[in-house]
């Protein structure tokens, strides 16, 4: 019959790691960004935040830091780790407790140049939004019409593949303000229309 023991014991430290880090993140984040949208924990890849690949490399580094503290009595790694992940919390989230959590929504567009002469089809992406809110996008303060006609930012404040279409001649040759707003944040960007 096979012996689990290690197994079962770092199976058991991987939990207390992720307890550990879920905590300190609540401590940092609270339970709502500055958007009213729930932070929601643990941290995955679709969660605003997302983890990242340090978190995750820190946390490793925190369940064998906890291995060797227990069974060697040897505090470095774990000191280390523990001083890691106080530093990315730091470097990630800031330095301020119990302020809720910053989103940046942010959008990008392609392409960033169009012939003014032929027009054409912009194509806007989204992340960080708010949830379940509709997007409207401005183009030198002129609400333009998007295929699809209405778009909703996802539980995450994602939208994708939205597109504008942009009549040949619309536009003037030189810079142009689009903003995109949520309801609540507007995020503004500039792109250059090139004849």
């Not at 939004?129 to 303060?141: A, F, K, N």
């Not at 593949?161 to 949520?182: F, P, Q, R, Y």
């Amino acid at each position: 019959m096979p012996d689990d023991t290690l197994r079962d014991e770092i199976f058991m430290y991987m939990q207390e790691i992720d307890q550990l880090i879920n905590n300190r993140l609540r401590d940092r984040l609270g339970y709502v960004a500055n958007d009213g949208s729930d932070i929601i924990l643990p941290l995955t890849s679709t969660t605003v935040p997302a983890i990242d690949n340090e978190l995750k490399s820190i946390a490793a580094d925190l369940v064998e830091g906890k291995f060797v503290l227990k069974t060697a009595e040897k505090p470095l790694k774990w000191d280390t780790a523990i001083k890691n992940f106080e530093n990315y919390l730091d470097r990630k989230f800031g330095w301020t407790r119990d302020v809720p959590l910053l989103k940046n929504p942010n959008f990008t567009i392609s392409p960033t140049t169009l012939s003014s002469a032929v027009g054409g089809t912009l194509t806007f992406t989204g992340t960080e939004w708010r949830p379940y809110s509709e997007i409207e996008i401005y183009i030198d303060g002129t609400l333009k019409v998007t295929s699809p006609t209405t778009v909703t930012t996802t539980s995450t404040g994602i939208f994708t593949t939205t597109t504008v279409t942009i009549a040949a001649n619309e536009l003037l040759e030189g810079s142009h303000k689009i903003k995109i707003l949520d309801g609540k944040s507007g995020k503004e960007r500039f792109f250059l229309v090139t004849v």
